[in-house]
């Protein structure tokens, strides 16, 4: 499947003709639209392209609720997880489950509504609001910028003590030299620009801090022509999988023990000379019962069950309530 994703996206990539893509978590499902035939269903933004831009909702804000994961059995994944670091099978590894969700409101007013620089509605199938960026690329220099670290802004001393968490920092350099690496493979002269930096970024009403690093490497000219092989190499985000990456997967599929979806692929824009995409993050999908809210966060060895958890509750919110 990933080669014709690759071939496609390369295709349009020589043509230089401006598209639309979106690839779930596995490759497995994605599409590609030309930007000049995108249909109503699916209402994209992102940072660098504003094609359907923000307004406040019509009507009086309403009150949400959630049932996430229960404690016990979060725990019992977590502890495969842990083994399977101690086995070193893994050395981080992103752990997510969907959260039950009771909104009063539909996928297309949370994406208007919603202030982010990455949203997607894909109308009656799921909404992201997204602060993360994949890859962008301009002036033949390609950037990544991975977030891992959050905290309340509220908390005393909120910065600093993020960026003196050993675990946190352990996380982050781990995901760092990944998508390094990962560079390395489609680009020359990679380099990291900044090195945990802290961004604030709203979650509802309340403010955290997201530690996030900038790395970046030279691409040659006429990138646009392997577009695909550009792509596909680097995906899955090493940011929402770990490290080993292919290992890593596996061990997400068998422990999670359900379907993630479009939830961590990523989307973006290609306009025919630069390209700009976001880690679909912060995602709400519609399900036969109702909403879902899936979230999650990284597991290194130092990871305490109880902050993991409590960080999984922490990333479901709406971004206006």
Wanted: one cysteine or more.
């Amino acid at each position: 499947m990933s080669a014709k994703l690759q071939a496609l996206l390369n295709r349009y990539g020589r043509a230089r003709r401006p598209v639309f893509f979106m690839i779930d978590f596995t490759l497995e499902n994605y599409h590609v639209i030309p930007l000049d035939a995108m249909p109503d269903k699916i209402l994209f933004s992102c940072d660098t392209y504003a094609k359907h831009r923000s307004r406040p909702l019509a009507r009086p804000l309403p009150s949400y609720r959630y049932r996430a994961i229960d404690f016990g059995s979060y725990h019992k994944a977590f502890e495969k997880v842990i083994e399977n670091i101690k086995a070193g099978n893994t050395y981080l590894l992103n752990l997510t489950f969907p959260s039950k969700l009771w909104l009063d409101l539909s996928l297309e007013e949370i994406f208007y509504a919603a202030d982010a620089k990455f949203k997607l509605c894909v109308k009656d199938r799921f909404v992201c609001f997204s602060p993360e960026r994949f890859v962008k690329i301009s002036n033949n220099r390609i950037y990544t910028y991975p977030m891992k670290g959050t905290i309340d802004a509220t908390l005393p001393d909120a910065k600093a003590t993020i960026l003196s968490d050993q675990k946190e920092r352990a996380e982050h350099i781990m995901v760092v030299d990944l998508l390094r690496n990962d560079l390395a493979m489609v680009a020359k002269q990679v380099r990291v620009d900044r090195f945990r930096y802290v961004d604030e970024i709203c979650a509802g009403t309340r403010r955290l801090l997201q530690v996030s690093s900038e790395i970046s490497g030279q691409l040659e000219e006429n990138w646009q022509d392997r577009l695909g092989d550009i792509l596909v190499t680097l995906l899955p985000a090493g940011s929402i999988t770990g490290t080993p990456k292919k290992k890593t997967m596996e061990l997400i599929q068998s422990i999670e023990g359900y379907e993630r979806g479009y939830f961590t692929g990523i989307f973006g824009y290609f306009d025919g000379e630069r390209l700009d995409s976001g880690v679909m993050i912060r995602f709400i999908e519609k399900s036969n019962e109702g909403y879902l809210y899936k979230s999650g966060g990284g597991i290194t060895i130092d990871s305490d069950v109880q902050s993991e958890y409590n960080e999984l509750m922490e990333k479901i919110y709406v971004p206006f309530l």
